[in-house]
């Protein structure tokens, strides 16, 4: 497995950015699937994006447009840029390793390494 730290959280009025970072350490993650997901008060914690070893992007509908996922495989950083931010984004933000031979995952299960959860606010 592999050690991911989020960062990058915190309190955004409506129509705010906020971008986060997850930093990976120990194995490279350049062969692994990174995903983002999400997990708000009372719910699920639900997938939000995946780029995939090969560079494919994926979003969950309720971020397309909105947020883009990106990976720096030299620097083992996987960053979730958030745009137009709704208070219904409000959430902690789990990034994630995939599991190996897994090329793109939507569910948890697909994923075999999580941070420990950055909180977003999305609040006036």
């Known amino acids: 497995q592999v050690q991911l730290d989020e960062s990058g959280g915190g309190l955004v009025q409506p129509g705010g950015s906020l971008r986060l970072s997850c930093v990976a350490s120990g194995r490279t993650i350049s062969t692994n699937a990174m995903g983002w997901f999400r997990q708000a008060p009372g719910k699920e914690r639900e997938f939000v994006a995946v780029?995939?070893?090969?560079?494919?992007?994926f979003y969950a509908d309720a971020v397309k447009g909105r947020f883009t996922i990106s990976r720096d495989n030299a620097k083992k950083t996987v960053y979730l840029q958030m745009n137009s931010l709704k208070p219904e984004d409000t959430a902690v933000y789990y990034c994630?390793?995939?599991?190996?031979?897994?090329?793109?995952?939507?569910?948890?299960?697909?994923?075999?390494?999580w941070g420990q959860g950055t909180q977003v606010i999305v609040s006036s």
């Open positions: 994630a390793a995939g599991k190996e031979f897994v090329w793109v995952g939507v569910t948890e299960n697909d994923y075999d390494s």
């Open positions: 780029a995939t070893w090969s560079g494919s992007i």
